[in-house]
């Protein structure tokens, strides 16, 4: 076995350097896993920009990371050598915070994330906790299962927990996440209604499962979906706070705006329609790694597939610029030959 391997540094913000790194065993608790696909978010910015307070250089991004583990460290009973496995964004809880002692570990306040804190998948090799895994079901290819470990979960966690079968759920922005939330959104048997801004001449809304389209640039989102008897869900991925409010008067009574869309200007909403209606506007972060296991059990069940594009691990600086251009088909996902 080689004693080094590849991977893609930030030495400081915007600069992407390719290098060998030696091996390392892992620590307790740990896996090494040798990374066979890892998908490109646009939360990568985080560390590739320096956006996010507290990270510290030369830092591997990727939090889409898919591979073989190759050793366990001391303590690790329940994963062995050779299982496929994905690690996301949340690389692990700390298990003291309040949040944790109250059983929240999705929401710990301290917590790893894969890529930010620790170095992440751009790379051969990677460590992750043990307890951040989730085993890739053997129907589903590496480069497919690495946008649902992130993009994926995203979408079908906060779908799953705001809607009920039958609700009128509009997933705003077929991208990276929209794509799939309107896959999950049929799939999990809701009225599915997808908002876009132009028109959609790929008929690619009604391709992924969408009942009904909205095109925002041609009419009133808000005003089509009050037509529609109002939403009870919207999904909100676009990066913008003002497109996200505009579709605020499209809810029914009790709707949820689920904000999953990290957008840089504010949000500005009006109080009266929430307080007139006990609407109200919520945020969902990725999950936990047993409900990123439900997402892929589900995408194999219900055949909901990413729709991506491939480049090799040494591209990744183009990877991250193509995804970050918003031209990406939907997810990039980086390739280690
Ligand atoms: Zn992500
Ligand atoms: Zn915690």
């Not at 077929?174 to 939330?181: A, E, K, T």
Request: include cysteine; hydrophobic fraction near 40%; charged fraction near 20%.
């Amino acid at each position: 076995m080689s004693k080094t391997y590849r991977a893609v540094e930030i030495t400081k913000p915007g600069t992407f350097h390719l290098v060998e790194r030696p091996v390392v065993a892992p620590g307790e608790g740990q896996v090494r896993i040798r990374v066979e696909a890892c998908g490109v978010c646009h939360s990568d910015a985080g560390t590739v920009e320096g956006q996010l307070p507290g990270v510290v250089y030369p830092r591997v991004p990727g939090h889409e990371a898919i591979g073989l583990i190759e050793e366990v460290g001391r303590g690790v009973t329940t994963w062995q050598v050779g299982q496929r496995v994905g690690v996301g964004f949340f690389g692990g809880e700390d298990g003291t915070c309040e949040t944790c002692r109250r059983g929240d570990t999705a929401y710990c306040q301290n917590p790893i994330i894969t890529g930010v804190t620790s170095d992440g998948g751009y790379a051969e090799m990677m460590i992750a906790e043990a307890r951040a895994l989730a085993l890739i079901p053997d129907e589903l290819k590496s480069v497919d299962a690495a946008p649902l470990v992130c993009a994926g979960i995203t979408t079908f966690n906060a779908l799953r927990n705001a809607g009920r079968a039958g609700d009128t759920v509009a997933i705003q922005g077929i991208g990276g996440l929209g794509h799939l939330g309107v896959q999950y959104a049929k799939m999990m048997g809701f009225r599915t209604v997808a908002i876009g801004f132009g028109p959609d001449e790929e008929h690619l809304a009604p391709k992924l499962g969408a009942h009904v389209y909205i095109d925002a640039k041609a009419e009133d989102a808000g005003a089509a979906l009050q037509k529609l008897g109002g939403a009870d869900v919207i999904l909100a991925t676009a990066p913008s706070g003002a497109a996200i409010a505009s579709l605020l008067p499209g809810l029914s009574v009790r709707g949820k705006l689920v904000v999953v869309g990290v957008s840089g200007d504010p949000i500005p909403v009006n109080g009266v329609p929430l307080i007139f209606g006990g609407r109200s506007v919520i945020g969902s972060l990725t999950g936990r790694a047993i409900e990123t296991q439900d997402t892929l059990d589900f995408s194999v069940l219900t055949d909901v597939r990413p729709m991506i594009e491939t480049l090799p691990l040494e591209k990744a600086e183009e990877a991250y610029r193509r995804m970050m251009s918003g031209d990406a088909r939907f997810r990039v996902v980086l390739t280690m030959a």
